[in-house]
């Protein structure tokens, strides 16, 4: 029996629908990508002209500018502290160092060593520039830099330490002068606006508040307290905006979408759209109280469900939990220094910090955040 000719008619019409159709979705998939791509480009560009671009003024938080650029000498000040550190002697490690009660009668040799770094650090702090290009440059090429996050963190370990010898021997006024260091280094670091800057800056600030515990206050003269109190004070002023840097996030991971597909494997296009998704939903609570923005936050966490992407929530809190260790210093430094208490607002609270006057000479200043233990983070402040 012959076959029916319209047969191979009809299997043609039939291949012929379904390439049709393969290339209606094909086509509405490459539509839809570039529309992605294009929201995603155009968000980068958005963000990226409200930062500071290149070579900006610099100036440190105490003291005069001089000639230099900042983010150099921090990665000289790196380079050299780890350069500096021990292998298998923990005997000078700037960490094993810290956890000590009493600093060794030797901490002087011990540390001698790190003094390069230690310039380094000064020189980069009191910089009269300060290059934001290459202070972002470190998170798209993996290179060792000024923002090589295990090396920075072992540079604030032992400023910190070097803080509490310098008070240990009777010199206040050093102490002060390396606190400003660490603190115009880790706000050099929030101008780099990106999320893994503001985990870095959280940490290191939270580690230079809890350095000065309230003993190593009273032993300042008068002029370095209010030193002190006032380059503090003008730290927590300067702070960018958070949103910034969650807006940094995208326009740093938004250079790869004109890559090809091997160089750019670690940045997913869906995630880049899912931040932006993030960013523009968040937008709206930026001012609004802890407790609301708090919501927002955990509200988007599940766009954000990629294993790669940046956790905001968890930023954010970081950063609040440091602004809160500050702002308590800063009321802890007034009180000593016999002025009125001023009214800062408590960044994990709705309102503002919480202070107690047990006696005449005493303040304990709380917010409503929760430290590691399940207590409020709070300092006892008295007036010797």
């Known amino acids: 029996m012959e076959s029916s000719p319209s047969r191979p008619k009809t299997a043609l019409v039939g291949l012929t629908v379904i390439v049709l159709l393969a290339y209606f979705v094909w086509s509405r998939e490459a539509e839809q990508r570039a529309h992605r791509d294009a929201r995603i480009r155009a968000a980068a560009l958005t963000y990226s002209a409200r930062m500071p ?29 780890g350069a500096a550190l021990p292998c298998g002697d923990d005997s000078t490690d700037p960490w094993a160092l810290s956890q000590l009660a009493e600093l060794p009668p030797d901490i002087a ?44 963190a072992n540079l604030v370990t032992l400023a910190a330490l070097v803080v509490r010898h310098e008070l240990a021997s009777g010199n206040g006024s050093a102490a002060v002068r390396r606190t400003a260091d660490l603190m115009t280094l880790q706000l050099d670091f929030l101008r780099g606006t990106a999320s893994a800057f503001e985990l870095l800056a959280a940490e290191g600030v939270t580690s230079v508040c809890c350095t000065w515990i309230d003993d190593r206050i009273a032993s300042l003269d008068e002029p ?50 899912a931040i932006v998704a993030s960013i523009e939903r968040l937008a709206s609570s930026e001012a609004a109280p802890w407790s609301v923005r708090r919501q927002a936050l955990v509200a988007q966490a599940p766009t954000l469900a990629y294993p790669e992407a940046p956790d905001f929530a968890a930023v954010e809190t970081a950063r ?31 309102g503002d910090l919480e202070v107690e006057r047990p006696d005449a000479s005493t303040i304990v200043v709380r917010s409503a955040g929760l430290a590691p233990d399940g207590k409020r983070i709070e300092r006892t402040a008295k007036r010797r």
């Open 53 to 81: 671009q290149g070579v900006q003024p610099h100036a440190p938080l105490l003291g005069d500018s001089v000639h230099g650029e900042a983010i150099e000498n921090y990665g000289r000040a790196v380079a050299l502290c």
């Open 109 to 152: 040799r011990r540390l001698a060593k790190y003094e390069p770094a230690l310039d380094a650090l000064a020189t980069g702090a009191a910089a009269a520039t300060i290059d934001l290009a290459a202070a972002r440059r470190p998170l798209t090429v993996r290179s060792p830099g000024p923002t090589d996050f295990p090396f920075v």
């Open 224 to 273: 370095n307290r209010a030193a002190l109190r006032d380059l503090l004070a003008r730290f927590d002023a300067a702070l960018p905006p958070i949103q910034r840097s969650f807006e940094g996030d995208l326009t740093l991971a938004a250079r790869w979408l004109d890559r090809d597909d091997r160089e750019r494997d670690h940045v997913s296009p869906p995630l880049l759209a």
């Open 320 to 350: 609040r939990t440091a602004t809160a260790h500050l702002r308590l210093l800063i009321v802890a430094l007034g009180h000593h220094l016999g002025e009125p208490l001023p009214s800062l607002r408590d960044p994990l609270g709705d």
